[in-house]
């Protein structure tokens, strides 16, 4: 991957115009405020903004004025005054008299004695305004003209500048750091915003359990991770594509062989039946009850792996409705009693006299009853013993069957893989039951109660 499309290079950048900015910005700052002023257009004005050039100035006109008349000097203080309007202008003759004044001004006397002027001059020395007095021609038979400018108007622009310098450059040096404190956020921000979308995606699953594909943006780091992404998604779902592809054959196979089975398994059964009408030996009679045992728990396993099939894939009927399931395990219990009562079990059923309604699929729920019993029958005849009991707690009733036996951990010739239990599991989540095993040595308990919504 090229540099310039790399995060790496992009914060290389950035490392580098922070290790460069203050001698870059410094520059940038001070061109910002001074360039203005210095490339400015001074054009022939000849202004002057400080003391000393103001006066050497002034004294060089006056010279020149040597042999002007009245009218000739009017019209040099009216030059004057067109390039600097701020100034004060007057000039006094030989007599004493006042003059042009540009403009006038009070304090000003027509007639000007030796006392005033001295007083005049020591006032006007090093004060506001300033003010600069020179003989007309060099020569002080022909008088004298002044000139008074406001100490605030002689400063030059650069001056002007140089008195707000500190606060503008402190304003710009300050916008050129939040500018590249902006720049830096924003790469941070994009990088974060990209990373938390490539997050979400890995958590929102799509119609299969499975992420979507994500669009890729750039050509960086982040790019080549939504690549590998992308390619990982594709592999998902392959690899799910495969396994829902071989479930189905597994679920077909099975189907298949439970129901190429029941024919031989029902062929048995009718030689059984025929050999138990014979007359055979104790021994004899013993073999057919327990071929003909054998015979009814392969048919109960093959209902079950059948059933399993059926569950998983979603396709076993149920037709949910409100049901009282009181009502109802009284009824399944009624019919199996004949089989406790030929096993020998207690029976003891301890029950509230009330309706508990449940929504479930009445059928589900028989074939979940019948599957626990049957696990009693098998697993723990040592017990002899099954309890049918019911309790509310919190609004929710719980149903209990329960047993003497030896605890579901007991080693058995009948015991099997466990599908009966699967089913039960199956059918109980579906209904929106919950159930709990507590089995030990002393026996097993099994609570299921439906889920408060």
Same mark, same amino acid.
Not at 184 to 190: A, D, E, G, R
């Given at each position: 991957? /090229?540099? &310039?499309?790399?995060?790496?290079?992009? =914060?290389?950048?950035?490392?580098?115009? #922070?290790?460069?900015?203050?001698?870059?910005?410094?520059? +940038?700052?001070?061109? +910002?405020?001074?360039?203005?002023?210095?490339?400015?257009?001074?054009?022939?004005?000849?202004?002057?903004?400080? %003391?000393?050039?103001?006066?050497?100035?002034?004294?060089?006109?006056?010279?020149?004025?040597?042999?002007?008349? #009245?009218?000739?000097?009017?019209? /040099?203080?009216?030059?004057?005054?067109?390039?600097?309007?701020?100034?004060?202008?007057?000039?006094? !003759?030989?007599?004493?008299?006042?003059?042009?004044?540009?403009?006038?001004?009070?304090?000003?006397?027509?007639?000007?004695?030796?006392?005033?002027?001295?007083? =005049?001059?020591?006032?006007?020395?090093?004060?506001?305004?300033?003010?600069?007095?020179?003989?007309?021609?060099?020569?002080?038979?022909?008088?004298?003209?002044?000139?008074?400018?406001? *100490?605030?108007?002689?400063?030059?622009?650069?001056?002007?500048?140089?008195? *707000?310098?500190?606060?503008?450059?402190?304003?710009?040096?300050?916008?050129?750091?939040?500018?590249?404190?902006?720049?830096?956020?924003?790469?941070?921000?994009?990088? *974060?915003?990209?990373?938390?979308?490539?997050?979400?995606?890995?958590?929102?699953?799509?119609?299969?359990?499975?992420?979507?594909?994500?669009?890729?943006?750039?050509?960086?780091?982040? %790019?080549?991770? @939504?690549? #590998?992404?992308? $390619?990982?998604?594709?592999?998902?779902?392959?690899? &799910? @594509? $495969?396994?829902?592809?071989?479930?189905?054959?597994?679920?077909?196979?099975?189907?298949?062989?439970?129901?190429?089975?029941?024919?031989?398994?029902?062929?048995?059964?009718?030689?059984?039946?025929?050999?138990?009408?014979?007359?055979?030996?104790?021994?004899?009679?013993?073999?057919?009850?327990?071929?003909?045992?054998?015979?009814?728990? +392969?048919?109960?396993?093959?209902? !079950?792996?059948?059933?399993?099939?059926?569950?998983?894939?979603?396709?076993?009927?149920?037709?949910?409705?409100?049901?009282?399931?009181?009502?109802?395990?009284?009824?399944?219990? #009624?019919?199996?009693?004949?089989?406790?009562?030929?096993?020998?079990?207690?029976?003891?059923?301890?029950?509230?006299?009330?309706?508990? @309604?449940?929504?479930?699929?009445?059928?589900?729920?028989?074939?979940?009853?019948?599957?626990?019993?049957?696990?009693?029958? &098998?697993?723990?005849?040592?017990? $002899?013993?099954?309890? +049918?009991?019911?309790?509310?707690?919190?609004?929710?009733?719980?149903?209990?069957?329960?047993?003497?036996?030896?605890?579901?951990?007991?080693?058995?010739?009948?015991?099997?893989?466990?599908? %009966?239990?699967?089913?039960?599991?199956?059918?109980?989540?579906?209904?929106?039951?919950?159930?709990?095993?507590?089995?030990? $040595?002393?026996?097993?308990?099994?609570?299921?109660?439906?889920?408060? /919504?």
């Amino acid at each position: 991957m /090229k540099l &310039r499309h790399s995060i790496l290079g992009k =914060f290389l950048l950035i490392i580098m115009i #922070a290790v460069l900015f203050i001698p870059i910005v410094i520059p +940038i700052t001070s061109a +910002i405020f001074y360039i203005p002023i210095l490339t400015r257009d001074q054009g022939d004005t000849d202004d002057f903004y400080n %003391g000393v050039d103001l006066e050497k100035m002034w004294h060089k006109e006056a010279a020149l004025l040597g042999e002007a008349d #009245a009218r000739e000097i009017n019209n /040099k203080l009216i030059e004057i005054k067109g390039k600097y309007p701020d100034a004060t202008l007057f000039w006094v !003759n030989n007599e004493g008299k006042t003059q042009k004044q540009l403009p006038v001004k009070e304090g000003i006397p027509q007639i000007w004695s030796s006392s005033f002027t001295v007083d =005049f001059m020591k006032k006007s020395y090093d004060s506001d305004p300033f003010t600069t007095v020179a003989f007309i021609g060099g020569n002080k038979q022909k008088g004298f003209m002044v000139m008074q400018m406001p *100490r605030d108007r002689m400063n030059a622009p650069i001056d002007e500048l140089r008195s *707000r310098y500190d606060f503008l450059y402190s304003v710009g040096l300050l916008g050129l750091f939040v500018i590249f404190i902006f720049l830096s956020w924003l790469f941070v921000y994009k990088l *974060r915003k990209r990373l938390l979308y490539l997050q979400n995606a890995m958590a929102e699953k799509g119609p299969h359990g499975i992420p979507e594909p994500v669009p890729v943006g750039k050509k960086d780091e982040i %790019g080549q991770l @939504e690549h #590998a992404f992308n $390619r990982m998604i594709g592999q998902l779902k392959e690899g &799910r @594509e $495969r396994e829902q592809e071989e479930e189905m054959l597994r679920r077909q196979l099975i189907a298949n062989l439970s129901h190429d089975l029941r024919t031989p398994l029902t062929t048995l059964r009718g030689h059984v039946y025929s050999l138990k009408k014979d007359q055979l030996s104790e021994q004899g009679k013993e073999s057919i009850e327990m071929i003909d045992r054998k015979i009814t728990y +392969i048919g109960q396993l093959l209902d !079950n792996l059948l059933s399993y099939t059926l569950l998983s894939s979603g396709k076993y009927p149920y037709y949910p409705q409100k049901v009282d399931v009181l009502r109802n395990i009284r009824l399944i219990v #009624a019919s199996w009693y004949p089989v406790f009562e030929k096993e020998g079990f207690k029976v003891n059923i301890d029950l509230p006299e009330k309706k508990i @309604e449940w929504t479930i699929d009445p059928g589900w729920f028989e074939r979940i009853i019948d599957n626990l019993f049957q696990n009693i029958i &098998r697993h723990t005849k040592e017990g $002899r013993y099954v309890g +049918i009991s019911g309790f509310e707690n919190d609004g929710q009733f719980t149903l209990m069957l329960e047993d003497h036996g030896q605890g579901l951990n007991k080693e058995s010739t009948d015991k099997g893989a466990g599908i %009966g239990l699967s089913i039960v599991s199956m059918m109980l989540k579906e209904m929106d039951l919950t159930w709990e095993i507590d089995s030990d $040595r002393q026996g097993t308990k099994i609570m299921i109660t439906n889920v408060k /919504k």
